[in-house]
């Protein structure tokens, strides 16, 4: 069993930078592809953001350029830094690792 949390949502300024996390437990976290999915209210989720095992990464094209996925094996975190935030970036982002796991999601508001 794996528990993924993320973190680092908030309220934020249009223009403005934010960094997520998305903590595993799990021993071989290391193995698995990770991606970043959002939601908005009255939207369908939206894949954002992936990264394979050997950090192979892919990004949507409503995010490339500002939006950067990492991962940390050895404190079994993957981050997701975005930067030049719009107000249609306002979702819910959560993490999935493997199509299998996946956490609860947090709240991202980019608003003046």
């Known amino acids: 069993q794996v528990r993924l949390v993320e973190s680092g949502g908030g309220l934020v300024q249009p223009g403005g930078f934010l960094r997520l996390a998305c903590a595993a437990s799990?021993?071989?976290?290391?193995?698995?592809?990770v991606k970043w999915y959002r939601q908005a209210p009255g939207k369908e989720r939206e894949l954002v953001a992936t990264i394979t095992s050997d950090s192979s990464i892919k990004y949507a094209d409503a995010v490339k350029g500002r939006f950067l996925i990492s991962r940390d094996n050895s404190k079994n975190t993957v981050y997701l830094q975005m930067t030049s935030l719009k107000p249609e970036d306002t979702a819910v982002y959560y993490c999935?690792?493997?199509?299998?796991?996946r956490g609860q999601g947090t709240q991202v508001t980019v608003s003046s």
């Open positions: 999935s690792a493997n199509g299998i796991y």
């Open positions: 799990g021993r071989i976290f290391n193995t698995y592809t």
